[in-house]
């Protein structure tokens, strides 16, 4: 049973920790981030000041992962070029907890059942690396169809859709 609750500055400590870890570095945060910057970064998220919901993924109560979603018309240049939806970026920040399937039963949950919800949308987009295959494998199998490539920061992309 996965469960989510809002992102709060006390989780910064936790989120830092997770960001430098090898496997979130390799294709989420590939530069390194201090406690000051999670905190300038992630701040006006947890405050309300930018339309961007997070929240902590847990499993029995432990904390294992990050989502956030937002409204592609909010934030256009972050989802390469889609106005209509949301797109969603997340990672198992806890290595003791990847490869167990949590991937796939964190994400579904949370699109279907938080995000699409929240923003009374149908319609939601993931973008992963093409070299990322774990996390290709994860959206496609919660239902999200390849929609195109594009190239972000020098990194081949794939869009992924998803319409409910």
Same mark, same amino acid.
């Given at each position: 049973?996965?469960?989510?609750?809002?992102?709060?500055?006390?989780?910064?400590?936790?989120?830092?920790?997770?960001?430098?870890?090898?496997?979130?570095?390799?294709?989420?945060?590939?530069?390194?981030?201090?406690?000051?910057?999670?905190?300038?970064?992630?701040?006006?998220?947890?405050?309300?000041?930018?339309?961007?919901?997070?929240?902590?993924?847990?499993?029995?109560?432990?904390?294992?992962?990050? =989502?956030? #979603? *937002?409204?592609?018309?909010?934030?256009?240049?972050?989802?390469?070029?889609? &106005?209509?939806? /949301?797109?969603?970026? $997340?990672?198992?920040?806890?290595?003791?907890?990847?490869?167990?399937?949590?991937?796939?039963?964190? =994400?579904? #949950? *949370?699109?279907?059942?938080?995000?699409?919800?929240?923003?009374?949308?149908? &319609?939601?987009? /993931?973008?992963?690396? $093409?070299?990322?295959?774990?996390?290709?494998?994860?959206?496609?199998?919660?239902?999200?169809?390849? =929609?195109?490539?594009?190239?972000?920061?020098?990194?081949?992309?794939?869009?992924?859709?998803?319409?409910?």
């Amino acid at each position: 049973m996965i469960a989510f609750r809002p992102l709060a500055a006390a989780d910064f400590p936790m989120l830092t920790g997770w960001l430098a870890e090898p496997h979130v570095r390799r294709f989420v945060q590939k530069t390194p981030m201090t406690l000051e910057d999670v905190a300038s970064k992630y701040g006006p998220r947890v405050r309300g000041a930018q339309p961007i919901i997070c929240h902590v993924a847990q499993s029995d109560g432990a904390d294992f992962g990050y =989502l956030q #979603a *937002y409204r592609n018309r909010d934030w256009p240049d972050a989802a390469d070029g889609q &106005t209509d939806g /949301i797109s969603l970026d $997340l990672h198992i920040g806890e290595p003791a907890f990847l490869g167990r399937g949590l991937g796939r039963a964190m =994400l579904d #949950a *949370y699109v279907r059942g938080l995000a699409l919800p929240h923003f009374a949308q149908t &319609t939601a987009y /993931i973008a992963h690396e $093409l070299a990322n295959t774990a996390a290709l494998a994860c959206s496609k199998a919660v239902g999200f169809t390849p =929609l195109r490539e594009f190239v972000e920061e020098g990194e081949p992309m794939r869009l992924l859709r998803l319409k409910l």
